[in-house]
């Protein structure tokens, strides 16, 4: 963990023409999610995030675009590996104990969730000092479009807050190698209201940087995320309309660029 976050500091201190090698911009244009960048700029006036990132796919293994990865420092690739590897094992971990809360038949009842082919990323986030924290947020307020995130948060710095009843509440800097772990707002569709996806935010620091490493667990894109069958009833009813999760994911920037959540347009 340690070594991971030290290589991804030493690739975001690289200078920008070598970062923008594993460019998130196609030919300099066209946008996509992988690779080195920040969000779409839709508009001349919006307001970016003050922010570095580092977006990459991790799962399905056979399905990772190592040329986005970055080369330098070369203990990256095979720190990321190993990463993923056992974060895998506390995500599968926390949902089969999330399924047992549910009273699911099974714990693999949430895991069964996600398809053939779900996806995880890796986003690496880099928060350079800020002269004017007042002005801007590391990131934006929004809550993650996954079912799960697994968060490694800077040891040293705060920056991560959390809103409860109209209070944004703030996240101190853990250390001792600790996870935080957010539920997506999937999982709350999946499991019809009971886990919620809370609204979150990133500020800024005036005179220190800011590490820090996401890991998000997805659906398979084509399938439709929805409340689990197992969980409806006459009593309890659907709340939530069935999509895409290729859709929704798409839907979910739109929102964002909003500053709304998505889930918002699905209940029912």
């Avoid at 999610?33 to 006036?45: A, H, W």
């Avoid at 009842?109 to 779900?118: M, R, S, T, Y």
Wanted: hydrophobic share 35%; charged share 30%; net charge negative.
């Amino acid at each position: 963990m340690d070594g991971l976050i030290a290589a991804s500091r030493e690739f975001f201190r690289e200078p920008l023409e070598e970062k923008r090698a594993y460019s998130n911009l196609i030919g300099g244009k066209q946008w996509q999610l992988e690779g080195y960048g920040n969000d779409p700029v839709k508009t001349q006036d919006q307001i970016m995030d003050w922010s570095d990132r580092l977006h990459l796919r991790v799962e399905p293994e056979d399905e990772r675009n190592l040329d986005r990865w970055p080369g330098h420092p070369e203990s990256f690739r095979g720190l990321l590996h190993e990463y993923t590897a056992s974060c895998k094992r506390v995500k599968d971990g926390i949902l089969r104990a999330m399924a047992r809360l549910l009273e699911l038949g099974e714990d693999d009842g949430i895991l069964n969730q996600f398809g053939d082919k779900g996806t995880t990323y890796a986003r690496f986030n880099y928060y350079p000092a800020c002269p004017r924290p007042d002005l801007v947020l590391g990131i934006r307020p929004h809550s993650d479009v996954c079912v799960l995130t697994l968060l490694l948060m800077d040891e040293h710095v705060a920056g991560l807050q959390v809103l409860r009843d109209g209070t944004w509440y703030r996240v101190p800097p853990v250390r001792d190698h600790t996870l935080l772990v957010n539920v997506g707002v999937s999982l709350e569709i999946m499991s019809n209201g009971v886990f919620w996806g809370p609204v979150h935010r990133v500020v800024t620091n005036s005179e220190k940087e800011r590490t820090s490493l996401a890991m998000f667990y997805s659906t398979d894109l084509e399938k439709e995320v929805e409340p689990i069958a197992e969980l409806l009833g006459e009593k309890q009813p659907a709340r939530y309309r069935k999509i895409k999760f290729r859709n929704f994911v798409a839907e979910h920037y739109e929102y964002f660029s909003k500053r709304e959540r998505v889930i918002e347009s699905l209940k029912i």
